[in-house]
């Protein structure tokens, strides 16, 4: 079986929700996914991106039907500002039914390559620490875990709490 | 007090203050020329607020500039449009003043005209006079609830990764 590693078009955007959706239902927060295929589209494919995508397709069976998009993985650059630009990967997934056939090293060897380039010290992301096959994953790939190690926790401001803080204070 | 964008060297000074609080500056290996080039070129990768005090708060060696937030536009595939704060800081002597807060109100501003649905940072679980700050304002720990931990691939696990 073929598989095509590339840049996503805007064409992609159906997919690209599609493959969020299905990787939210495996870590069951489907309800949480509110993102559009508008917000996508403008967002990823503007003047100036939120966002940078790749896909894995695989070429059908036969060569009339279309390609099929099989994996992704949505990234974008951070900064650490003791050591400088961190390629940051937000979501990276394959489809149950083509795991176990290199794609997702496919996708991790092409992001690591492309951070060393643009010069980034570093790939980071966060993993649930529940989801032990996605740990062990990276693990085995020489990645530290921050939180565990130096004790680093994740804080959110959800849209709510957001506008509260943003508020003119009554001083 | 004002709160300014911050085209000037403070910010390097300000970072190495920030990595001694937590214990960890011999990891501090940017210069004033990475940031300078990475902060105020054409296409930032990051950008700063700073809290400037007025003349007669200076303090003993001239300093007026006394806080900073530094932060990025990132993406939840969740959500959509997200806003990172990657360091916040004021020094010892400004804090217990509403500094912090106030950074942390611009910050937010900033994210919510930019059309962000989420504030994100991370805070070391030993700091704990941080973590009460930042509950006191609203916020939850994603680790603590939804198990999510920081990871990161740098130096020789990267460039293994890249010639897998």
């Known amino acids: 079986m073929e598989y095509k590693l590339r840049k996503a078009e805007p064409r992609d955007v159906p997919d690209i929700l599609r493959l969020v959706k299905e990787l939210a239902k495996y870590e069951e927060m489907e309800h949480q996914v509110t993102l559009t295929e508008k917000e996508l589209l403008e967002d990823g494919f503007g003047d100036t991106p939120f966002y940078h995508c790749i896909i894995t397709e695989i070429q059908g069976e036969k060569s009339s039907e279309d390609p099929k998009v099989v994996g992704f993985a949505m990234y974008y650059f951070t900064y650490d500002p003791w050591v400088g630009k961190q390629l940051y990967l937000e979501e990276f997934y394959v489809m149950d039914e083509y795991r176990g056939l290199g794609i997702g090293s496919g996708i991790l060897r092409h992001l690591s390559n492309l951070a060393m380039k643009t010069r980034c010290t570093g790939m980071m992301f966060v993993v649930a620490e529940n989801n032990e096959p996605s740990v062990q994953f990276y693990k085995r790939r020489g990645a530290e875990d921050l939180s565990q190690e130096e004790g680093w926790r994740l804080f959110r401001f959800d849209k709510d709490s957001l506008v509260k803080m943003a508020a003119p204070s009554e001083e | 007090m004002l709160n300014h964008p911050a085209p000037n060297k403070e910010p390097a000074r300000v970072v190495q203050e920030l990595a001694e609080y937590e214990n960890v500056a011999e990891h501090v290996k940017l210069t004033q020329k990475d940031l300078e080039q990475n902060g105020f070129t054409n296409n930032p990768f990051f950008h700063v607020i700073i809290a400037e005090v007025p003349e007669q708060h200076r ?106």
Do not use: W
Request: a positive charge.
């Open chain 2, 59 to 164: 303090t003993k060696e001239g300093q007026r500039k006394i806080g900073f937030a530094l932060y990025f536009y990132s993406y939840s595939s969740f959500v959509g449009r997200a806003i990172y704060m990657e360091d916040l800081y004021v020094m010892p002597e400004f804090r217990g003043k509403g500094v912090g807060k106030a950074l942390m109100s611009k910050v937010a501003q900033l994210g919510l005209a930019a059309g962000c649905h989420q504030l994100d940072f991370t805070v070391l679980n030993r700091n704990k006079p941080s973590m009460d700050f930042y509950f006191s304002q609203g916020c939850f720990d994603v680790t603590a609830t939804i198990g999510y931990h920081c990871m990161r691939c740098k130096g020789e696990a990267l460039k293994q990764l890249a010639q897998l």
